[in-house]
């Protein structure tokens, strides 16, 4: 998945490559856990799409509900989303996050000295 640090850092447009595919992972978290939200809004507080897609991105936000919860299930749904939305606000800036800490971390690894040798000195001819 990640270059090992032995190897090169890669190049900078296969690194930002990796940084979109990324991206699109974290956004893809949110997406679905978004519609998760809009889901059990509608099927506990019995709202409209349009509602029940504005509080769950109200919590997925941290911001938390707009509208009263009138249901118990309405608001043990809403505890657990929040609950859930922390963890993966958290694991999505994880995601998006992971290669940029890689490669800092791959920097401190390289050796320039050996890389300049291994450049510089020609290979040993064969008698």
Same mark, same amino acid.
């Given at each position: 998945m990640?270059?090992h640090?032995?190897? $090169?850092l890669?190049?900078? =447009?296969?690194f930002?490559?990796? !940084?979109?595919?990324?991206?699109? #992972?974290g956004?893809?978290?949110?997406?679905?856990s978004?519609v998760?939200g809009i889901?059990?809004?509608?099927?506990?507080?019995? !709202?409209s799409?349009?509602?029940?897609?504005l509080?769950a991105? !109200?919590?997925?936000? +941290?911001?938390? @509900?707009? /509208? @009263?919860?009138?249901? /118990?299930? +309405?608001?043990?749904?809403?505890?657990?989303?929040?609950?859930?939305?922390?963890? #993966?606000f958290? #694991?999505?800036? +994880?995601?998006?996050?992971? =290669?940029?800490?890689?490669? #800092?971390?791959?920097?401190?690894?390289?050796? =320039?000295?050996?890389?300049?040798?291994?450049?510089?000195? @020609? $290979?040993? @001819?064969? $008698?």
């Amino acid at each position: 998945m990640f270059e090992h640090h032995r190897e $090169p850092l890669l190049s900078w =447009p296969i690194f930002l490559g990796r !940084m979109a595919r990324y991206a699109l #992972v974290g956004l893809l978290l949110i997406a679905v856990s978004w519609v998760i939200g809009i889901l059990g809004y509608a099927y506990f507080e019995s !709202m409209s799409l349009i509602d029940a897609m504005l509080n769950a991105a !109200m919590i997925l936000g +941290g911001m938390g @509900p707009v /509208d @009263p919860l009138r249901t /118990d299930g +309405g608001k043990i749904f809403a505890a657990l989303y929040a609950i859930f939305s922390g963890v #993966v606000f958290l #694991v999505s800036i +994880g995601v998006f996050a992971a =290669p940029i800490f890689h490669r #800092v971390l791959h920097q401190f690894h390289i050796d =320039p000295e050996e890389d300049d040798n291994e450049q510089d000195t @020609p $290979p040993n @001819p064969q $008698p």
